[in-house]
């Protein structure tokens, strides 16, 4: 299937007259506000009905459509729960020669079917059904089973060993989702990758302009595979599972050397993972570019050459902090002025600036770093985190004393503690 970004579910609602211009306006105002898919706005609004987005994604996707009929029988697919099925609106219709044919009610979602193909290790052949028809069939299909609670604590435990992780993490499906995953958050702009474990379930969420959106999680049953996957590409130690990892991937996307920081915690029910998305290519590093008024980008310039004192950028995560002080740093290189960063970890490599990556496990901190940087005669300081008291202290030293500091943080409010 051809997901083409030039041509969108709305411009076929707009062709086959079931919406106007100003209606997918309206909708596109609220899918910024929001995240949602911009046919479930329509839906939601009124505008169209379920069969009218039906129709356009068949049209869209060349898909043939499902409609719901009361003699239909569907089959029971092994390694799939209900859970997964209903929280994503998948229905299987049938299974024949390797090939399961399923409705989905987002059809557009890859990353859903990639899922879907993993898990049943079938050929997933789809149709494009309506939510409500979909779940009202999944209703009758799981009608009078035991309850799922049941179903999971009656499922037979697997003890998994390392090879067998190695071994599942190693196979050609797991290592698609992986890459589907990551290079779908690195196409929609996301700057961090969440996957959560449950008792029950996965959880997979993006964080795109300082909002986590949540995305089809992967099945809970191969969940281990994938973390197994990450901590391999990571060069990390997949046996261990008691302590905190980090680690680094280098990966090419379209063409693109992507970074990312891998950071892996224990967890009641498993392993969750933060992976900080590192895109150079994708980065802005011009203050113009930023997004400022005029008015507001003329203070900015005039705060940021001055020759001292201590500029903190506040935002939340995710909102372009380190890069509107990369920015910065990149206007204000010059041979007349020396520029020096201490960073955990260094995100963006700049072409004349110092900078200084943290390293706790050989005494390498932000406040050794700051001192030893206050020797080499710097004029421009970055700070990458303000952490205790005593390189707040050496911070603001350095401030009043003929340097010009950098700092971000989430609110300026977070420095009191340390300065009290």
Not at 114 to 129: D, Y
Request: charged content about 25%; overall charge negative; aromatic content about 4%.
């Amino acid at each position: 299937m051809d997901l083409t970004a030039t041509y969108t579910i709305g411009d076929v609602l707009l062709e086959i007259g079931k919406v106007t211009r100003s209606d997918l306006d309206r909708a596109i105002e609220v899918q910024k506000q929001t995240g949602q898919k911009l046919g479930r706005i329509l839906i939601d609004l009124g505008t169209i009905s379920e069969e009218d987005l039906r129709l356009a994604h068949s049209k869209l996707l060349l898909l043939p459509i499902w409609e719901k009929k009361k003699e239909d029988r569907y089959p029971l697919v092994e390694n799939v729960p209900k859970v997964f099925l209903v929280s994503n609106r998948v229905l299987p219709l049938n299974l024949h020669n390797g090939i399961l044919d399923v409705a989905l009610a987002d059809p557009q979602d890859s990353l859903l079917i990639e899922t879907i193909a993993l898990s049943t290790n079938k050929q997933v052949n789809v149709f494009v059904g309506c939510e409500k028809d979909i779940l009202a069939s999944l209703e009758a299909l799981y009608e009078g089973e035991i309850k799922e609670e049941d179903a999971v604590t009656s499922n037979i435990e697997v003890m998994e060993d390392v090879e067998q992780l190695r071994d599942m993490a190693s196979e050609a499906p797991v290592i698609r989702l992986v890459n589907n995953t990551l290079t779908k958050a690195i196409e929609i702009g996301a700057s961090d990758v969440h996957l959560e474990v449950f008792e029950k379930n996965a959880r997979l969420r993006y964080r795109v302009d300082g909002v986590l959106r949540e995305l089809t999680p992967p099945p809970r049953e191969i969940y281990n595979a994938i973390i197994s996957r990450i901590k391999i590409m990571a060069k990390l130690n997949i046996a261990e599972k008691r302590l905190p990892q980090d680690g680094r991937i280098k990966m090419k996307v379209a063409g693109k050397e992507i970074d990312l920081r891998v950071s892996i915690i224990p967890m009641s029910h498993g392993e969750g993972v933060v992976m900080r998305i590192l895109d150079r290519t994708a980065v802005t590093l011009d203050l113009e570019a930023l997004g400022f008024s005029q008015e507001f980008l003329g203070k900015f310039r005039r705060m940021v050459n001055k020759p001292e004192g201590m500029l903190l950028v506040t935002g939340p995560t995710g909102s372009g902090k380190t890069t509107t002080l990369y920015a910065v740093l990149k206007e204000l290189v010059s041979p007349e002025i020396k520029i020096v960063t201490v960073e955990d970890p260094v995100e963006y490599s700049m072409e004349d600036v110092n900078q200084i990556q943290v390293n706790p496990q050989i005494d390498l901190t932000f406040a050794s770093g700051l001192r030893s940087i206050l020797r080499h005669d710097p004029d421009i300081i970055l700070i990458g985190e303000i952490r205790d008291r005593e390189t707040a202290s050496i911070a603001i030293q350095a401030a009043l004393t003929g340097h010009l500091v950098f700092r971000h943080c989430i609110q300026t409010i977070q420095l009191q503690p340390l300065l009290a």
